[in-house]
């Protein structure tokens, strides 16, 4: 805002609207965060229900890009194994090294590891992360700003 006045300018005024609106956006999403939060029932029974073995599709990707595949071809031979389980209607955890071999020859016995959620949710430690001792952090760090 070079070559305003130093004190009032009506150019100023056009900047007001969209911060205040900002500002009631936020102040909502927090209201309704908190009736959700206060409202909220956690049913582990149902969680557990819900999990997919389609949903560590990303982690057999991750599994052979450690294994020096590209992730763009990882990818697609992810997506083929999907597509197996799903055309066979056999549980991708399920699918025999023989069939996952026949997809791809660099599947050996340890592709196992990547059909458990819990080593899932335990790989991804950055912070922002699923594991527990990221989301932990991101516990510690929330309590220092609000308290």
């Known amino acids: ?4 006045p130093y004190c009032y300018a009506k150019d100023s005024q056009e900047s007001w609207e969209p911060m205040l609106d900002s500002v009631e956006f936020v102040s ?7 009736g959700v939060i206060a409202t909220l029932t956690v049913r582990p029974e149902r969680m557990r229900a819900a999990l997919d073995m389609t949903m560590l599709a990303t982690d057999v990707a991750e599994w052979l890009v450690r294994k020096g595949v590209p992730f763009r071809e990882a990818h697609h031979i992810s997506g083929r194994i999907v597509a ?3 055309n066979t209607e056999v549980s991708m955890d399920q699918l025999t090294l023989e069939q996952l071999q026949a997809i791809d020859s660099r599947f050996t016995p340890d592709i196992a590891a990547a059909f458990k959620y819990e080593s ?3 790989a991804k430690s950055a912070p922002g992360g699923t ?3 990221a989301v932990l952090g991101q516990i510690q760090q929330l309590r220092a700003i609000l308290c």
């Open 120 to 122: 899932s949710v335990e």
């Open 28 to 34: 909502d999403s927090l209201g309704i965060a908190n």
């Open 84 to 86: 197996l389980s799903e």
């Open 1 to 4: 805002m070079k070559g305003l």
């Open 131 to 133: 594991s527990r001792s």
